[in-house]
T-cell receptor, first 115, second 111 residues
Framework: DGGITQSPKYLFRKEGQNVTLSCEQN?????MYWYRQDPGQGLRLIYY???????QKGDIAEGYSVSREKKESFPLTVTSAQKNPTAFYLC??????????????FGPGTRLTVL | ELKVEQNPLFLSMQEGKNYTIYCNYS?????LYWYRQDPGKSLESLFV?????AVKQEGRLMASLDTKARLSTLHITAAVHDLSATYFC???????????FGAGTRLTVKP
């Protein structure tokens, strides 16, 4: 089955720790995205990548880092510099380009809680 | 900067009633998306609108796009409890893969 997987589903972090959230897709999409959602809020873009080994900052990139070594994978690291990381994190992927529109497909999400 | 505004943010409806959710955006775009999110879950794609005048319908939901007015609507017909969820619109800064989401409309359908 084609789709996007995220792991873990729930993650607990102690103050000062870095943690990495996994996102994998087998849809052969070029573009991948990370969003943060706070309770009762919309989605805010953290980082996105349109091609392997390249990525761009979104609106709230501070305290986060990403890598894109493989087309299928786009892991997000929440660093200790992110002061308020408790949130629901959603990964998405899409095709690129003009035709058909880059509709984004979302993974199931990771809920991160800082203890 | 692209801004996307939805209204209302909260909507409580009786079953069987009709209502419309509005999505306004601030810059030129001809690609707009509607998503549904159930509590604690991910986003599910509902509609993809790719041109001025586009209209799509699925069951009791109908979405339309007016790019000249920079407005999309999501119309709910004869609401049922199963439609209770949060609905998001999202606008693509044309050809840039840089999508912006509205704050969401939390819909509750009461019997």
């Amino acid at each position: 089955d084609g789709g996007i997987t995220q792991s873990p589903k729930y993650l607990f972090r102690k103050e000062g720790q870095n943690v990495t959230l996994s996102c994998e897709q087998n849809l052969n999409h070029d573009a991948m995205y990370w969003y943060r959602q706070d309770p009762g809020q919309g989605l805010r873009l953290i980082y996105y990548s349109q091609i392997v080994n390249d990525f761009q900052k979104g609106d709230i990139a501070e305290g986060y880092s990403v890598s894109r070594e493989k087309k299928e994978s786009f892991p997000l690291t929440v660093t200790s510099a992110q002061k308020n990381p408790t949130a629901f994190y959603l990964c998405a992927s899409s095709h690129l380009g003009f035709y058909g529109g880059p509709e984004q497909f979302f993974g199931p999400g990771t809920r991160l809680t800082v203890l | 900067e692209l801004k996307v505004e939805q209204n209302p943010l909260f909507l409580s409806m009786q079953e069987g009633k009709n209502y419309t959710i509005y999505c306004n955006y601030s810059t030129t775009s001809d690609r707009l998306y509607w998503y549904r999110q159930d509590p604690g879950k991910s986003l599910e794609s509902l509609f993809v609108l790719l041109s001025n005048g586009a209209v799509k319908q699925e069951g009791r939901l109908m979405a339309s796009l007016d790019t000249k007015a920079r407005l999309s609507t999501l119309h709910i017909t004869a609401a049922v409890h199963d439609l209770s969820a949060t609905y998001f619109c999202a606008v693509d800064m044309t050809y840039n893969n840089d999508m912006r989401f509205g704050a969401g409309t939390r819909l509750t359908v009461k019997p």
